[in-house]
T-cell receptor, first 114, second 113 residues
Framework: SAVISQKPSRDICQRGTSLTIQCQVD?????MFWYRQQPGQSLTLIAT?????????ESGFVIDKFPISRPNLTFSTLTVSNMSPEDSSIYLC???????????FGPGTRLTVT | QKEVEQNSGPLSVPEGAIASLNCTYS??????FFWYRQYSGKSPELIMS????GDKEDGRFTAQLNKASQYVSLLIRDSQPSDSATYLC?????????????FGTGTKLQVIP
């Protein structure tokens, strides 16, 4: 499986500010996914990021709040904009495996908004 | 009705016993099924994938799929304290699209030494 890294691993941010999370993969992948996992809950897909096209957002998530960049086949960023305490969560980057059916996760970014 | 349902637990089993984790899904068009293990404070780790009806074994883990009953299970034989984690069932495909993966809320497993 691909090796996935995320930066930062954790951050504490003030309300109203923005944070950009980076996801780096050690091999080229077509599709990258961004998930959110709120405390005690399961994973919710925010958006799918394909290189060379606009990200596809799931219901309840909008580009103005969660802009995504996908400049090449090994890198993506997710920005959490105008943060509120409700954005406190773990944000996870995920990529498809060689078989394309499987998905693997990065280590996550733990965000706390005060 | 939730798309992927799991009992939240905790499921407590003694060390050495078989742990049985269950999952049901609502979308009959779902094509791929996965079990992830998530330790507290860590990201999910893929441990099993299954695509066709029947059993699939990998070491101490056996995944079982019954598409007619829309049911997926994970058996962990000879459970160890290190197996204590939350196990997430995930389902891919169906009406949500080929690449869409939907996760259950997870079952917390506690293996008692």
């Amino acid at each position: 499986s691909a090796v996935i890294s995320q930066k930062p691993s954790r951050d504490i941010c003030q309300r109203g500010t923005s944070l950009t999370i980076q996801c780096q993969v050690d091999s080229q992948v077509t599709m990258m996914f961004w998930y959110r996992q709120q405390p005690g809950q399961s994973l919710t897909l925010i958006a799918t990021a394909n290189q060379g096209s606009e990200a596809t957002y799931e219901s309840g998530f909008v580009i103005d709040k969660f802009p995504i960049s996908r400049p090449n086949l090994t890198f993506s960023t997710l920005t959490v904009s105008n943060m509120s305490p409700e954005d406190s969560s773990i944000y996870l980057c995920s990529v498809g495996g060689q078989a394309s059916y499987e998905q693997y996760f990065g280590p996550g970014t733990r965000l706390t908004v005060t | 009705q939730k798309e992927v349902e799991q009992n939240s637990g905790p499921l407590s089993v003694p060390e050495g016993a078989i742990a049985s984790l269950n999952c049901t899904y609502s979308d009959r068009g779902s094509q791929s099924f996965f079990w992830y293990r998530q330790y507290s404070g860590k990201s999910p780790e893929l441990i099993m994938s299954i695509y066709s009806n029947g059993d699939k074994e990998d070491g101490r883990f056996t995944a079982q799929l019954n598409k007619a009953s829309q049911y997926v299970s994970l058996l962990i034989r000879d459970s160890q304290p290190s197996d204590s984690a939350t196990y997430l069932c995930a389902v891919k495909g169906g009406s949500g699209g080929y690449q869409k993966v939907t996760f259950g809320t997870g079952t917390k497993l506690q293996v008692i030494p």
